[in-house]
């Protein structure tokens, strides 16, 4: 399975806008991508996901390379209830994603 | 949020032991999953369910059994409890297998093997 690559932490200020990269250089043309986040002491939560376009939700953007080599992931204006691990996983099946060690990212007041 | 429960949230348990873990569901999907989290190791696959009666392996399937008798309800067995096996369960579930689904979580049961 293709792997990723993210920073190990990150901080963003407040009301900030948030962008955690992801490599992910030996993508498949099928894999999709996918971002969860874990806030403490909770199961994660999924925030997005996309394959060649980028993508919008309430929650968040994902920007995705042309190449898909990379995507980014943009928080438009972090909130400390952002402050989580976010991860960014490859998938080709919903029973197979795994899960990295993610990017901390602490929201500093 | 989607419907999903896991009981019990804390256990401490002797070596040894047998224990069981239970997932509830609410929302009428097909798939289930049971991860375990451990420090320096993020999430990963232990067994996972594609219907009733339907149960595969995941990555670390050694010393875990699973059962799915109704849709709603996905059980996780550790017939004789190890210290390794001292960790944060989680239950997931998705609608489809296909990699366009986004997985939900449980809250999360943290077992202790003393």
């Known amino acids: 399975d293709a792997k990723t690559t993210q920073p190990n932490s990150m901080e963003s200020n407040e009301e900030e806008p948030v962008h955690l990269p992801c490599n992910h250089s030996t993508i498949s043309g099928t894999d999709y991508i996918h971002w969860y986040r874990q806030l403490p002491s909770q199961g994660p939560e999924y925030v997005i996901h996309g394959l060649t376009s980028n993508v919008n939700n309430r929650m968040a953007s994902l920007a995705i390379a042309e190449d898909r080599k990379s995507s980014t992931l943009i928080l438009h204006r972090a909130t400390l209830r952002d402050a989580a691990v976010y991860y960014c996983?490859?998938?080709?099946?919903?029973?197979?994603?795994?899960f990295g060690t993610g990017t901390r990212l602490t929201v500093i007041p | 949020d989607a419907g999903i429960t896991q009981s019990p949230r804390h256990k401490v348990t002797e070596t040894g032991t047998p224990v069981t873990l239970r997932c509830h569901q609410t929302e009428n999907h097909r798939y289930m999953y049971w991860y375990r989290q451990d420090p320096g190791h993020g999430l990963r696959l232990i067994h996972y369910?594609?219907?009733?009666?339907?149960?595969d392996k995941g990555e670390v399937s050694d010393g875990y059994s699973v059962s799915r008798s109704k849709t709603e309800d996905f059980l996780l067995t550790l017939e004789s409890a190890t210290s390794s096996q001292t960790s944060v369960y989680f239950c997931?579930?998705?609608?489809?297998?296909?990699?366009?689904?986004?997985?939900?979580f449980g809250p999360g049961t943290r077992l202790t093997v003393t």
């Open positions: 997931a579930i998705t609608k489809d297998r296909g990699a366009n689904n986004e997985q939900y």
């Open positions: 996983i490859l998938s080709l099946r919903a029973n197979n994603l795994f």
């Open positions: 369910s594609y219907g009733v009666k339907d149960t």
